[in-house]
């Protein structure tokens, strides 16, 4: 009788799953990315302040994010496969929605709500579907998964830009939901592994056969003093993450660039951002440095990066130093979901993701709001790139601090579990 194998199957169907998360992200992440392009649009439109307009955004963001614990819970009692088709059916019900013009806050619940939940189900099960294929190329599959999100947004930029200018913003949502329709198509091509396919070979043959307890969610896991201060990075990084993107568009227009080129800005980011997710994610796989000490390096240049962008006026300058975030971005982005692995173990990820995810949300809540209040008193967009750069170097405090805590309890572990020496006779 042949042993049943332990451990993530490595390759053969997992390319398949991750060409079809490669599209989950791109039609999850890449349309959030380009909300910056309804923004002026919906301001004007409804006659609001900056920061009220920005609530679109950070509703979304939250619900992204705050959705997570539940899209982790439910992979464990249903599927990916059936979780991520319910988020595609959410997002296309919320866009068709906001693409009726109600009300400012009707744009709250369709686009912000609806579509954050839809949103945080497809991406958070792709992500946990990749992670459970692989092992020893977890992160160059992540970094592939992770790239569809720059390959869409490349395309994306513009596009949204010319739906808007033919359609107007209304009708151009309308057909953005028809085209995230298409993450139930993803959702099908996943194919749930067995459990004993995916528990990274901690157990016995003889042990893979007894039947075990399905744990939903590992509330424990917040006992953890590394996932703590994770959590804090997850916070700071997110304010770091979404004001930048949101903020960019508007900044270009309001040094006088206008037309397609601020679109081109979010265009070439989107390419410097696939190029960072591939880099870091073959530098990862290299094990040159630990994923922790690497994040902890990206995140602080990716915020002096944030801090220098709005000094200089000329558009030139400006394309370079957006380049620069863009690569910065995806190199946090390659590893910073890959390492929660590191802190609570495979069998702890989805479950750790879903909590990263829900605590983050307070970053993406405070973070469009406060740089879109900043704007409105300044009267000057750098201010927003300021709050985002100081709190991304903050965040890289916190990864310092989880790496020491990580490699002291891997140190301990090994001491404990080391060999005793035969005691020498006595002469």
Partial sequence: MKSRRAGPPDGGYGWVVVASAFCVTGLTGAVLKNYGHFFLDIQDHFGVLTSTTS????????????????????????????????????????????????????????????????????????????????????????????????????????????????YTWRGALLIIGGLQLNLCVCGALMRPLDSTESTAGLETDADSFQPKKKVIFQLSLLRKPELLLYILFAIFAAVGFYVPTLFLVPFANSLGIDKYWPALILSVLAVADLAGRLFSGWLANMRFFRNLQQLTFVATLLGVVLLLLPISQKYWVIMILASLYGFLFGCVVAVHVTCIVDIVTLEGFDSGLGLFMMFRSIGGFIGPPAGGWLVDHTDDYGSAFYLAGCCLISSAVFVLLVDRLVQRSKAVGEEVNKPEEPETAKV
């Avoid at 990916?80 to 709250?108: E, K, N």
């Fill in 55 to 166: 609530w679109v955004t950070s509703t979304t963001i939250v619900m992204f994010h705050v959705g997570a614990p539940a899209a982790s819970a439910l992979t464990a009692w249903l599927s990916q496969r059936v979780v991520i088709m319910v988020g595609g059916l959410l997002c296309t019900f919320g866009m068709l929605l906001a693409s009726l013009d109600l009300s400012l806050p009707w744009l709250y619940f369709s686009m912000g709500i609806l579509e954050g939940i839809g949103l945080s189900f497809s991406w958070v099960s792709a992500m946990s579907v990749v992670n459970h294929y692989f092992a020893r190329w977890r992160p160059i599959a992540y970094a592939i998964t992770s790239s569809g999100e720059c390959v869409f947004a490349f395309i994306f930029s513009p596009f949204f830009k010319w739906l808007i200018e033919m």
